[in-house]
């Protein structure tokens, strides 16, 4: 008969050789994985001189970087949602709270979002204006001429008065 000797691996070793196995595993999967630079949003510049249509490009800019509205919203989406899809939002503003205009209704949802919730849909949208956002009145007022955009006719223009705002 053969002598056969097993050899114990001591348990300490044993549970090297684990955390050693699994770190090497998780940095070769995460290496896989594509890496994406994040940048900071590009500042927009608000002008006093901006037309209608410049403020809605701005807002459009603003919503898609800074805003980061198009995080939680949509636009043309359907199925189960977490905030309401914006599409065709200027068209239904104006409608939405009687005695209420698109501007008055837009602002309120921006500056004060859960004053007025969209039925199915929980509150839960940031006060934009405030950290970690802090959106500027003037880059709320290209937002809401933006918004009037997706299905409306945008009226907001520099000189708007907007409701709730350190101006308006």
Not at 103 to 118: D, Q, R, T
């Amino acid at each position: 008969m053969a002598n056969t000797r097993k050899i114990e691996v001591p348990p300490p070793l044993k549970l090297a050789a684990l955390v050693l196995g699994t770190t090497l595993l998780y940095t070769y999967i995460g290496q896989l994985v594509p890496q994406k630079e994040v940048l900071p949003p590009e500042e927009t510049v608000i002008r006093a001189d901006m037309t209608t249509d410049d403020l809605v490009a701005a807002g459009e800019q603003i919503a898609a970087n800074k805003g980061i509205c198009l995080t939680c919203h949509t636009i043309g989406s359907s199925g189960p949602l977490r905030f309401p899809d914006l599409s065709g939002i200027g068209a239904r503003a104006g409608t939405r709270v009687e005695g209420m205009s698109d501007i008055e209704y837009l602002a309120h949802s921006l500056y004060a979002p859960n004053e007025y919730i969209v039925e199915g849909f929980a509150p839960g949208m940031p006060e934009i204006h405030r950290p970690p956002i802090g959106l500027t009145d003037q880059e709320i007022r290209a937002v809401i001429a933006w918004l009037q955009s997706l299905g409306g006719e945008p009226t907001v223009t520099m000189e708007t008065e907007i409701p709730l705002a350190a101006g308006g």
